[in-house]
T-cell receptor
Framework: AQSVTQPDIHITVSEGASLELRCNYSYGATPYLFWYVQSPGQGLQLLLKYFSGDTLVQGIKGFEAEFKRSQSSFNLRKPSVHWSDAAEYFCAVGYQKVTFGIGTKLQVIP | DAGVTQSPTHLIKTRGQHVTLRCSPISGHKSVSWYQQVLGQGPQFIFQYYEKEERGRGNFPDRFSARQFPNYSSELNVNALLLGDSALYLC??????????????FGPGTRLLVL
């Protein structure tokens, strides 16, 4: 069965600092991988996705993620965090039935 | 263009009652998926519909059912509500050519509280 692990429930970073959110997955084949962001009172917005090809994926809002098959990981990164990035971030895996992780809540301090 | 819309935005029900949640996909989208997001958790897949046919079902009891109409809007029905059904219910639609979930646009959700 497919699954996603986001080991960090809550992360606090200073504005301007770099960010890395961790995601490990379990999937029986070549995975479809996603990162979504959810702001308070908002629906989910797709940041980026990986299906095949280049393992470094660029997304919206300056985010990128790297697929590492050997580590079953798909970590999300941003070189410089802005206060508006404070939100909850979900990693997801799947084809047709998408499985989401528990989420990582990002707090940005001035 | 309008995004995915859901109604109602909030709903309060009591145990044992029935609820119907509604979703209108983005114009031109023929696939709709439903997710349940319990507080503090990630969304859990409930159903996917494409061209009015069920294409996928998650691990939810038979109290949960859904359908898709000719205009591609969808309803999620939950019977015999339990306290544990309290959650944010999200609907997502997918553009043509991406009906297996690789591109989904989510609505703002319906927050259901069961007392």
């Amino acid at each position: 069965a497919q699954s996603v692990t986001q080991p960090d429930i809550h992360i606090t970073v200073s504005e301007g600092a770099s960010l890395e959110l961790r995601c490990n997955y379990s999937y029986g084949a070549t995975p479809y991988l996603f990162w979504y962001v959810q702001s308070p009172g908002q629906g989910l917005q797709l940041l980026l996705k990986y299906f095949s090809g280049d393992t470094l994926v660029q997304g919206i809002k300056g985010f990128e993620a790297e697929f590492k098959r050997s580590q079953s990981s798909f970590n999300l990164r941003k070189p410089s965090v802005h206060w508006s990035d404070a939100a909850e971030y979900f990693c997801a895996v799947g084809y047709q039935k998408v499985t989401f992780g528990i989420g990582t809540k990002l707090q940005v301090i001035p | 263009d309008a995004g995915v819309t859901q109604s109602p935005t909030h709903l309060i029900k009591t145990r044992g009652q029935h609820v119907t949640l509604r979703c209108s996909p983005i114009s031109g989208h023929k696939s709709v998926s439903w997710y349940q997001q319990v507080l503090g958790q990630g969304p859990q897949f409930i159903f996917q519909y494409y061209e009015k046919e069920e294409r996928g079902r998650g691990n939810f009891p038979d109290r949960f059912s859904a359908r898709q109409f000719p205009n591609y809007s969808s309803e999620l029905n939950v019977n015999a509500l339990l306290l544990g059904d309290s959650a944010l219910y999200l609907c997502a639609s997918s553009p043509p050519g991406t009906e297996v979930g690789e591109t989904q646009y989510f609505g703002p959700g319906t927050r259901l509280l069961v007392l």
